[in-house]
Structures are given as structure tokens and as C-alpha cells.
């Protein structure tokens, strides 16, 4: 009897944690090409914390860390617009969300991608109209996206990370 009770206590751990995991808010929505405005409905989306603003002449980049512990750079231009997106952590964001109206495009790109690969492992589309990179494992998950179009003057591909 004792292996009948590990068993209900071990699946009732386990559906407890997806429970959990299936709650927390995993989402950004300051979408590639979006405005700066939703910056901070992400943060409220993400029950995530502001880590920093940083600010150049060319750019501003708002950090947030979600309460799942991925942070999420939001790259925005002098005019307002979201030219990049990047992330780190242990999950990877809601990517409809983050890539916005570029989602279909980058989906059809990835299952592409995905069949002229062998195995797994890190995807990288360059394309003119979007790029996107992404890579890791369970708990380790890093990417980018961007818009060449939309990049600000003096500001190269490589800031957006």
C-alpha cells in the first residue's frame, strides 16, 4: 500500500507544478513595430519588474524581469517603435506576442528552417524583412528579434541582445 500512496502524492506533486506553471504569465506584447506605450503593459503582463531604462542617442532599451524569471530587452527607436526584442531565462517568452505582426511570417520561416535541419538545435532566420535567433535547452533559453527596416540610424544589428 505504501507504493500506492508514494504514487498519489508524487502525481499530485507533479499536476500541482504544471498548474502552476500554466499560471504564470508568460507573455510580452510590445510587439516588433509596436509603440512604446505598451512597455509597460508588458511589465503588468509579465508580473514581471523593471529592471532598468538605459538610454543613448539612438535608442532606448527597457529591461523587465518576469516573475518566471526571464528577462525580457525591449528595444525601442527615437520615434517610438519597437525595432528589437530580446530574451534570456529559463523560459522563452509568448513569441506571438513579442514578434507581433511578424509572428505568421516567422512561423512559416521557422517550420522551414526546422525541415532543412537535422536534429535539434538553435534557430536563425535572416531574412530582409526579419531576423530572428534563438537557442538553449530546458531552463536556458536565449533569442532575438528584429527588424532590419526598422533599426535607428548608427544603430547596428549587434545591439540588439
Same mark, same amino acid.
Given at each position: =500500500?505504501?507504493?500506492?500512496?508514494?504514487?498519489?502524492?508524487?502525481?499530485? #506533486?507533479?499536476?500541482? +507544478?504544471?498548474?502552476?506553471? =500554466?499560471?504564470?504569465?508568460?507573455?510580452?506584447? &510590445? &510587439?516588433?513595430?509596436?509603440?512604446? #506605450? #505598451?512597455?509597460?503593459?508588458?511589465?503588468?503582463?509579465?508580473?514581471?519588474?523593471?529592471?532598468?531604462?538605459?538610454?543613448?542617442?539612438?535608442?532606448?532599451v527597457h529591461e523587465i524581469q &518576469?516573475? #518566471?524569471?526571464?528577462?525580457?530587452?525591449?528595444?525601442?527607436?527615437? &520615434?517610438?517603435?519597437?525595432?528589437?526584442? +530580446?530574451?534570456?531565462?529559463?523560459?522563452?517568452?509568448?513569441? !506571438?506576442? *513579442?514578434?507581433? =505582426?511578424?509572428?505568421?511570417?516567422?512561423?512559416?520561416?521557422?517550420?522551414?528552417? !526546422?525541415?532543412?535541419?537535422?536534429? !535539434?538545435?538553435?534557430?536563425?532566420?535572416?531574412?530582409?524583412?526579419?531576423?530572428?535567433? *534563438?537557442?538553449?535547452?530546458?531552463?536556458?533559453?536565449?533569442?532575438?528579434?528584429?527588424?532590419?527596416?526598422?533599426?535607428?540610424?548608427?544603430?547596428?544589428?549587434?545591439?540588439? !541582445?
Amino acid at each position: =500500500m505504501g507504493w500506492v500512496r508514494a504514487f498519489v502524492v508524487t502525481r499530485a #506533486s507533479t499536476l500541482s +507544478a504544471a498548474a502552476m506553471m =500554466m499560471a504564470l504569465p508568460l507573455s510580452a506584447s &510590445a &510587439a516588433l513595430g509596436g509603440d512604446v #506605450s #505598451s512597455v509597460q503593459s508588458d511589465r503588468v503582463k509579465m508580473s514581471g519588474a523593471l529592471l532598468r531604462i538605459t538610454a543613448t542617442g539612438s535608442s532606448t532599451v527597457h529591461e523587465i524581469q &518576469a516573475s #518566471s524569471g526571464t528577462v525580457v530587452r525591449e528595444f525601442i527607436s527615437p &520615434a517610438g517603435k519597437v525595432f528589437g526584442v +530580446a530574451w534570456e531565462g529559463p523560459w522563452i517568452p509568448d513569441l !506571438r506576442e *513579442m514578434l507581433g =505582426m511578424y509572428f505568421e511570417q516567422y512561423t512559416t520561416l521557422a517550420q522551414a528552417a !526546422r525541415r532543412n535541419r537535422k536534429g !535539434r538545435g538553435p534557430i536563425s532566420i535572416q531574412e530582409p524583412g526579419l531576423v530572428v535567433q *534563438m537557442s538553449g535547452h530546458a531552463r536556458a533559453f536565449v533569442g532575438r528579434a528584429y527588424v532590419p527596416q526598422l533599426l535607428p540610424q548608427g544603430v547596428g544589428a549587434e545591439s540588439v !541582445r
